[in-house]
């Protein structure tokens, strides 16, 4: 038996938590903060994530090894993470341990000492993790699509940010970036486990409530002007990658569903998408071709992305504007889009058995609109998509006058 209770609990300083109590023996908790690499300022691009980084390194109460054992030590997992738009910290424990997680939660976030040869060895770790992603030009194609199109705006640059600036990294960088950005009332901890909502919030209110209260006006966020463009690009690689895509609807735009469902039925998961059967499984083409839709506080991104062989790209970029010709043109049938709602919502259902990405995403619906988005509301607004939104949204969004392309081609 599972019981699907969840609270939203404030605290006097501006800090809330969202808890899903569930049975189980596990527990998982995450802090998310509202700052991402969207947050940084030119010449630091890559602080957000140095900073996930360091948080593991040393506080005013504990060193680099007491800091990673903490929970180790219990069978715990801890990790870290950095987005465009916030950075999340989470955990994984035996029910009786949250008190120990909730604690190295609050001395990461609120006590890092950031030593220099932390700093100095991070930077290192980072500089390898570039030359990384560099190598794989499947995540790299995606992190310069991103920044052709939100050039000269926050959501442009790569999360690990720039060589040139992170090798001139400093402490106080570092603590000017968490002042600016960490403040109280953009931090939501999340608690998925076996609790009575009174233990909760006593350890809560025990670990974040002497925090002292953090909330000056947030800087506003830079926009960006879409300008359509097709750019190439040689590179050291032995296929051709191709992104193609628009800007596309923020989390706020009650078109998002919509997209959500198109984007899926396109190109999501599963081998029956209609790219996977008119591109891969009908002529062989392309081993992987994908859509994806990402949501931003202001905006969202559509993208398409697949690789294959030089002589075949010409042949698969014609069959992906094909297929989206054909949904500008005559959309799609009410058999289809029963369907597509069918598979998406069981989709979206079995994704919650994923306990630490469903608090996660609790925790994140609480700090984007103050309340949780729940299955029946979510699997409500998919039942209100119909045919003729899916064509307006295929028109706007596949519009060739807004699409931008760019393709890694081989030297």
């Known amino acids: 038996m599972i019981d699907m209770e969840y609270e939203i609990i404030r605290l006097d300083n501006g800090i809330r938590a969202v ?3 569930q049975i189980s023996p596990i527990t998982h908790t995450c802090l998310v903060v509202n ?13 957000a994530h140095f900073i996930e980084h360091l948080l593991f390194k040393q506080t005013e109460r504990r060193s680099t090894p007491q800091i990673l054992n903490h929970l180790e030590a219990v069978g715990g997992d801890l ?4 987005t465009k738009e916030y950075t999340c910290v989470h955990a994984s424990i035996l029910q009786p341990h949250l008190h120990k997680a909730l604690d190295l939660f609050e001395d990461i976030i609120f006590h890092s000492t950031f030593p220099a040869d932390e700093i100095e060895k991070e930077k290192g770790v980072i500089v390898d993790e570039m030359a990384s992603y560099r190598d794989n030009p499947e995540e790299s194609i995606m992190d310069d699509y991103e920044d052709l199109i939100f050039q000269h705006s926050g959501l442009g640059h790569n999360i690990l940010g720039w060589e040139e600036d992170l090798l001139n990294f400093t402490k106080e960088d570092a603590q000017r970036f968490m002042a600016q950005n960490y403040h109280t009332d953009d931090i939501v901890i999340g608690i998925s486990g076996n609790y009575a909502l009174k233990t909760v919030e006593k350890m809560l209110r025990r670990y974040f409530e002497p925090v002292k209260e953090n909330k000056p ?10 300008v359509s463009q097709h750019i190439e690009i040689e590179k050291p690689i032995n296929q051709v990658h191709f992104m193609l895509g628009a800007p596309a609807y923020s989390i706020h735009d009650d078109r998002k569903t919509g997209l959500l ?38 905006t969202g991104l559509f993208t398409i992305y697949l690789g294959t062989d030089e002589e075949k790209i010409k042949r698969a970029k014609k069959l ?40 996660i995403a609790e925790a994140k619906n ?30 706007d ?14 030297e």
């Open 366 to 395: 609480v700090m984007d609109y103050d309340r949780i988005i729940s299955l029946n509301e979510v699997f409500e607004k998919i039942d209100m998509v119909s045919t003729s939104d899916l064509l307006a949204i295929a028109q």
């Open 79 to 82: 990790n870290a993470y950095t």
């Open 397 to 410: 969004i596949f519009d060739e006058k807004k699409l931008t392309s760019l393709t890694f081609v081989p």
């Open 261 to 298: 469902l198109l984007n899926n039925m396109l190109g999501g998961f599963g081998m029956t998408s209609i790219l996977n059967l008119a591109v891969r499984e009908k002529y062989g083409i392309a081993y992987t071709i994908e859509s994806n839709y990402t949501l931003f506080i202001d």
């Open 35 to 47: 700052a991402g690499s969207r947050d940084e300022q030119t010449g630091k691009y890559g602080m």
């Open 217 to 226: 006006a947030r800087a506003p966020r830079e926009s960006f002007v879409n």
């Open 19 to 21: 808890f899903h109590r």
């Open 320 to 359: 992906v504007f094909r297929e989206l010709d054909k949904l500008k043109a005559k959309g799609v049938s009410e058999n289809q889009l029963k369907k597509a709602k069918n598979k998406f919502k069981g989709q979206i259902a079995l994704a919650e058995e994923n306990r630490m990405s469903m608090i």
